[in-house]
């Protein structure tokens, strides 16, 4: 990691921490897609859902969160475009294809994981 990367880490964390304390998560916006906000409400909600899945070292290492958070936004902007054209082509499901899916989500799942 270059002596620039680093600062600019270290920049962007000190913003961070800066509009953390002056702002809540409802409020702090950390990525925009097209007009929608993904507030770091949501970032956190995400980070709370998946970090079981993620190794414990990677928990521990400060480049680690970086590269989780970094992938969680990543993650939440993909579905935000998803969903915007999803809803600008006005694509919906069939109840059947609801099911299905709801099937295919939830298989392996046992009864109220899902």
Same mark, same amino acid.
């Given at each position: 990691?270059?002596?620039?990367?680093?600062?600019? *880490?270290?920049?962007?964390?000190?913003?961070?921490?800066? *509009? /953390?304390?002056? =702002? #809540?998560?409802?409020q702090?916006?950390?990525?925009?897609?097209?007009?929608?906000?993904?507030?770091?409400?949501?970032?956190?909600? #995400?980070? !709370?859902?998946?970090?079981d899945h993620?190794?414990?070292?990677? *928990?521990?290492?400060?480049?680690?969160?970086?590269a989780? !958070? !970094?992938?969680?936004?990543n993650?939440?902007? =993909?579905?935000?475009?998803?969903? =915007?054209?999803?809803n +600008? !082509?006005?694509? #919906?499901?069939?109840?059947?294809? +609801?099911? /299905?899916?709801?099937?295919? #989500?939830a298989?392996?799942?046992?009864?109220?994981?899902?």
């Open positions: 990691m270059t002596t620039r990367t680093i600062i600019t *880490l270290l920049t962007f964390a000190s913003l961070l921490n800066f *509009l /953390a304390c002056s =702002q #809540t998560p409802d702090l916006v950390v990525a925009k897609v097209n007009d929608e906000k993904i507030r770091a409400k949501e970032l956190i909600q #995400t980070f !709370k859902e998946e970090k993620f190794d414990t070292a990677l *928990l521990k290492d400060p480049d680690g969160i970086y989780i !958070k !970094k992938r969680i936004i993650d939440l902007t =993909q579905e935000h475009l998803l969903i =915007q054209k999803v +600008e !082509k006005k694509i #919906t499901l069939t109840p059947e294809e +609801e099911n /299905a899916l709801q099937d295919a #989500t298989f392996g799942f046992t009864d109220g994981e899902f």
